[in-house]
């Protein structure tokens, strides 16, 4: 029985501060790292011990990995860090303050943009601010200029399928750190949620969410958090 660890990144500067995020890259709050720490500690204490970890190209995941490995004394196994696990990309709202863009277009045109299966926000303009499209790190990388769930799974998935599943197969204890959708993404697949009920799905940050794989590489029952395990 193979096991999968999901813990979206503790809270961030732009949680914080209510600002749609994406790909833009920010660090986490005070509370963030103790979130992540304490996902570590939990880790420890249910014996639930990662034998190899993936993570996005964003500093908020990848510090929560590392804080939750160290807190569980497993800073030593393999990381991979790759796109294909970074948050939606939040188009043109990257940036905007949440509760003003609310005031501004209304609380369901932004229940739309923020929930939808498959409406995308407006794209983001090609060298405007938050336009990450010439940084180092995405060299050679279709950086995307907005992307609804639909559009996250297309590429999670293929990443999954092709790099994740066969470490669970051949017998491994995964961790993933990443992002509220690019999980949401992620545990729709897993879960079989459908389209409509996705709307409802939040992701909360620094709580690990476990699913465990039998031989023919199927979750065996449902999620679960570990707090509650
Ligand atoms: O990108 C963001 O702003 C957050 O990480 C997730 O935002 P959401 O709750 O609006 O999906």
């Known amino acids: 029985m193979s096991k999968l660890i999901l813990v979206r990144h503790g809270q961030s500067e732009w949680n914080l501060a209510n600002r749609f995020t994406g790909w833009w890259d920010v660090g986490l709050t005070e509370k963030g790292v103790t979130e992540a720490t304490a996902a570590g500690e939990l880790l420890a204490q249910k014996n639930v011990l990662p034998t190899i970890a993936f993570?996005?190209?964003?500093?908020?995941?990848?510090?929560?990995?590392?804080?939750?490995?160290?807190?569980?004394?497993?800073?030593?196994?393999?990381?991979?860090?790759?796109?294909?696990?970074?948050?939606?990309?939040?188009g043109g709202l990257t940036g905007l303050d949440k509760q003003q863009t609310r005031d501004k277009h209304g609380d369901e045109q932004v229940h739309i943009w923020r929930r939808s299966f498959d409406v995308p926000p407006p794209p983001i303009d090609k060298g405007s601010e938050f336009d990450l499209s010439g940084d180092p790190r995405y060299a050679g990388i279709p950086v995307p200029d907005t992307e609804s769930l639909k559009l996250t799974i297309e590429r999670v998935l293929p990443y999954w399928e092709s790099v994740i599943l066969p470490q669970l197969s051949a017998g491994e204890t995964v961790i993933i750190s990443a992002h509220g959708n690019s999980l949401r993404a992620l545990v729709k697949h897993l879960s079989g949620i459908s389209d409509d009920e996705i709307t409802g799905l939040e992701i909360p940050t620094g709580q690990p969410i476990v699913y465990e794989f039998g031989d023919d590489l199927r979750p065996s029952g449902e999620r679960y958090y570990l707090k509650d395990a």
Do not use: F, M
């Not at 929560?64 to 196994?77: F, H, Q, V």
């Open 55 to 90: 993570t996005s190209l964003q500093t908020r995941a990848i510090k929560t990995l590392n804080l939750a490995l160290e807190a569980c004394d497993r800073l030593w196994i393999p990381v991979t860090k790759d796109w294909h696990l970074n948050e939606r990309h939040y």
